[in-house]
């Protein structure tokens, strides 16, 4: 699902890899400029090094990404290129799904598929990550706090930087996070509709 953390997860190991002597590329293959031509050969092109390639929203290009590695088979096989697929196996009004595509089963057979869950126990830990005084919230403020934020980490974050101390978690509502979230991505009178439009993508939201 969104906030997971799938991204901030990838790009973590993307610096660690190799102790950070791997060239990392990230790649958004939902964008509508996305082309499995110039993928291919951008790969191609980037292998006189090591290479991490991130490629985010794999989810709305399945059978697209699925041909890229069948192409690739012999680069892969080298070594000198890894990919990470970056994808939501929630269905949205797209006609196709991640966890339909019978080359992302293959992986998941393979054990190459790692399933981010946001469970109310990892809720809890990194709410004490980020706030150390809230450690001992109670499993009813947890269950309130993981409901307002649909146990999305961005709206977490945004939740968290709006509440002082534990018991305010009993009387903080959703308007109070969206009226704060508004404000900070919306406000801005320099933005061009592209961009507020983009600002509402990392809420997966649709205007």
């Not at 009993?170 to 704060?180: E, V």
Request: net charge negative.
């Amino acid at each position: 699902l969104p906030g997971t953390g799938k991204t901030f997860t990838a790009l973590a190991v993307a610096e660690d890899f190799r102790n950070g002597r791997c060239r990392t590329y990230f790649l958004d293959v939902g964008h509508d400029e996305f082309n499995t031509t110039q993928l291919k050969e951008g790969i191609r092109r980037r292998l006189s090094r090591p290479s991490l390639f991130l490629l985010e929203n794999c989810h709305l290009n399945p059978d697209a990404i699925e041909q890229v590695f069948l192409d690739l088979e012999p680069e892969l096989k080298t070594g000198r290129a890894k990919i990470i697929c970056l994808a939501r196996r929630a269905p949205g009004t797209d006609l196709s799904r991640s966890d339909e595509s019978e080359y992302f089963q293959e992986l998941e057979s393979q054990g190459a598929v790692v399933d981010f869950n946001n469970s109310d126990e990892l809720l809890k830990q990194i709410i004490a990550f980020w706030r150390p005084e809230f450690e001992w919230i109670s499993a009813k403020r947890l269950a309130r706090l993981g409901a307002i934020c649909g146990k999305d980490l961005l709206l977490l974050n945004e939740a968290l930087s709006g509440i002082d101390s534990p018991a305010e978690i009993d009387t903080y509502t959703l308007a109070a996070m969206y009226d704060k979230v508004r404000h900070h991505y919306f406000e801005d009178k320099t933005a061009d509709d592209l961009q507020n439009i983009r600002r509402l993508a990392q809420f997966d939201l649709r205007p």
